[in-house]
């Protein structure tokens, strides 16, 4: 079974930076797409930034220039790094990806979420 671990959130005033991580683990083939998604209460889940495994990113506006995906295909792990926060940005930050398993098929998978709050 493919497991999705989180690590990096926690508490930081505006303007600081946290640096998220995600390593994907089990019976992996192939690693497609991976990224982060956020959510707070009352809101539906968001598309925060993914990126494919040629590198191609995609962010959602309000975090371009500030937020920067990146991932490590030898350590099957992907990255979120988070500047200049806003407390706007608080939310539950979920890891997820998309990857090919040994019987051809695709599936998608989540982390549990990390927690991010931003402090004004």
């Known amino acids: 079974q493919v497991q999705l671990v989180e690590s990096g959130g926690g508490l930081v005033q505006a303007g600081g930076s946290l640096r998220l991580s995600c390593a994907a683990s089990?019976?992996?083939?192939?690693?497609?797409?991976m990224g982060w998604y956020r959510q707070t209460p009352g809101k539906q889940r968001e598309l925060v930034a993914d990126?494919?495994?040629?590198?191609?990113?995609n962010y959602v506006d309000s975090v371009k220039g500030r937020f920067t995906i990146s991932r490590d295909n030898a350590k099957n792990t992907v990255y979120l790094q988070m500047n200049s926060l806003k407390p706007e940005d608080t939310a539950v930050y979920y890891c997820?990806?998309?990857?090919?398993?040994?019987?051809?098929?695709?599936?998608?998978?989540w982390g549990q979420g990390t927690q991010v709050t931003v402090s004004s």
């Open positions: 089990g019976s992996i083939f192939i690693l497609n797409t």
């Open positions: 997820n990806a998309v990857l090919l398993r040994a019987d051809g098929k695709l599936h998608d998978y």
């Open positions: 990126i494919r495994r040629s590198g191609s990113t």
